[in-house]
């Protein structure tokens, strides 16, 4: 395990390794010397910010990204105004994009006035390929580009562009490569994002997630929970856990595992108190899983369930393998199962062809259904899929306005739903002091719902039961039981 390795031992006369993760600790013990020089050289401490766009797995991508560059002696900062700046990008819709290019100019002009500064890009964005033309035309002061499939390398590629004094550019079309057992600096010590698989073999006709993450890998159970297991050890009491579409989990391991019987693994940790996952493919979801999540009890109440669309015609030319009926009686299924289980999806609005008929049935479901929170998307085209050059792309302003009518119906729906557990006393894992009143802090309960109550700094990382006063629409006013 990483842990056990000591930087300061490893011989940087001697060539680098060439297996992983060795490899990676002879340039992370490189880069930490070249810290080393560099801020002493400045005299002080050099800093470094990411700044992550898009998802979870991004986020927990930051997470190892940040492991590395604070292993090497990078003062960690929330400022862009730093010796190294990192984003690690999204380009699920067009304006994440537009997001990095506005803030690039800001780097810019921050590096005139700090020439030393290093910025560097990662992230789906970067696998792009006319992305990459565009920052190698118009961006010269970028200093290092890389993709989602080197990410283990960072520390290589650091040292290899503090050395050099040109872009460097290291981009993977793909890779059947998983790197175990490297650093992560987290964001929370109390929770964190564990990857049970990366990448996508779906090809839905709108997304560019298959182009950029590359095909379906899963890791083997015995690394997962290895992971959570050190995890716990170190203070996490809950785990979610991240793929595409865990619900296809581990049917190409030389070894098959399904996603329900790595749950089962999963459950048995002791210590861990808590299981969520993301994101779950209604094509994929199997009655195993139902059975597996009905009888668990670390397992939180809460299934992420993209529909996309309610129409069966559009969801045929998004290539989603499922009709209205069959995901309706899925969701019905779920709900007789798991009275108490809250249903999260998200929607796509104006997909080519859509006509008002369609996105009828997207309101339909939505009404049946009730979900407990829905993320609503306008479709965006994203050059390089099916989906992009297909005929009748939906006007603006009639997109506009279904966008407008079916958040309205969304949030009417989701306020009706969470108010299901108001008077009760249920567990809250609780998170941070509340942003805006110091005197509460912010919780979330197993059905994800936000809580706000009264408590101090103390609470932080603890479940802890408490009231649920009273449902101010998307989120709970609570008060601890022993108050009530
Ligand atoms: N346009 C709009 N939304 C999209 N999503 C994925 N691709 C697109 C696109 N081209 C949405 C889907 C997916 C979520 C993560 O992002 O709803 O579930
Ligand atoms: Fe994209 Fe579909 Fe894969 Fe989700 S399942 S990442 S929407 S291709």
Redesign the pocket.
């Known amino acids: 395990m990483f842990n056990q390795i000591d930087l300061d031992q490893i011989d940087l006369n001697a060539e680098p390794p060439v297996n992983e993760p060795l490899r990676q600790y002879y340039y992370m013990a490189k880069l930490k010397k070249l810290v080393k020089e560099r801020s002493e050289a400045l005299g002080h401490p050099l800093s470094c910010c990411i700044k992550t766009f898009g998802c979870q797995m991004n986020a927990r991508d930051s997470e190892k990204l940040r492991g590395i560059l604070e292993i090497a002696g990078y003062k960690l900062s929330d400022s862009e105004e730093s010796d190294l700046v990192l984003y690690n990008t999204c380009t699920v819709r067009e304006n994440a994009n537009q997001k990095v290019y506005g803030h690039l100019g800001y780097l810019s002009s921050l590096k005139k006035k700090n020439p030393g500064m290093v910025i560097a890009l990662c992230g789906c964005m970067m696998q792009e390929p006319e992305v990459v033309d565009k920052i190698q035309k118009s961006y010269r002061f970028v200093d290092l580009v890389f993709g989602t499939h080197n990410i283990y390398k960072f520390a290589e590629l650091l040292v290899t562009s503090l050395e050099s004094h040109r872009m460097v550019v290291d981009l993977w079309k793909d890779t059947d490569k998983i790197v175990e057992d490297l650093p992560s600096e987290r964001t929370y010590s109390f929770k964190s994002g564990v990857n049970i698989m990366f990448g996508?073999n779906?090809?839905?006709s709108y997304?560019i997630?298959?182009y950029v993450r590359g095909r379906e890998r899963s890791r083997k159970p015995e690394d997962i929970i290895k992971e959570i297991e050190a995890l716990v050890k170190d203070g996490v009491v809950e785990v979610m856990l991240l793929g595409?579409?865990v619900n296809s989990y581990g049917k190409n391991l030389d070894e098959p595992v399904t996603f329900a019987q790595l749950l089962q693994m999963v459950e048995k940790i002791d210590g861990l108190e808590r299981i969520r996952f993301m994101?779950s493919?209604p094509k994929d979801l199997s009655d195993e899983l139902i059975e597996v999540m009905k009888h668990s009890k670390k397992i939180c109440r809460h299934l992420h369930l993209p529909l996309q669309s309610g129409s069966t015609a559009i969801l045929k030319k998004m290539n989603r393998k499922y009709t209205k009926e069959q995901y309706l009686a899925l969701a019905e299924k779920l709900r007789r199962e798991m009275p108490d289980l809250a249903i999260t999806t998200d929607i796509i609005v104006g997909f080519p062809g859509e006509t008002e008929e369609d996105f009828q049935e997207t309101l339909d479901v939505v009404s049946k259904v009730k979900y407990d929170s829905a993320f609503t998307f306008i479709y965006s085209k994203r050059t390089g899929t099916p989906a992009a050059v297909m005929e009748n792309q939906v006007p603006d302003d009639v997109v506009k306005d279904r966008f407008n009518r079916l958040l309205a119906l969304v949030q009417d729906v989701s306020k009706e739903m969470s108010l299901r557990v108001q008077g009760q006393t249920l567990p809250v894992l609780v998170e941070s002091i509340n942003e805006q009143d110091p005197d509460l802090v912010t919780g979330r309960l197993g059905n994800n719902l936000l809580v706000h109550f009264p408590g101090g700094s103390e609470l932080i990382g603890k479940i802890i039961d408490v009231y649920l006063k009273e449902c101010k629409g998307f989120y709970y006013l609570g008060e601890l039981e022993e108050h009530k």
């Open positions: 996508c779906n090809f839905c997304c997630v298959p595409q579409n994101t493919h």
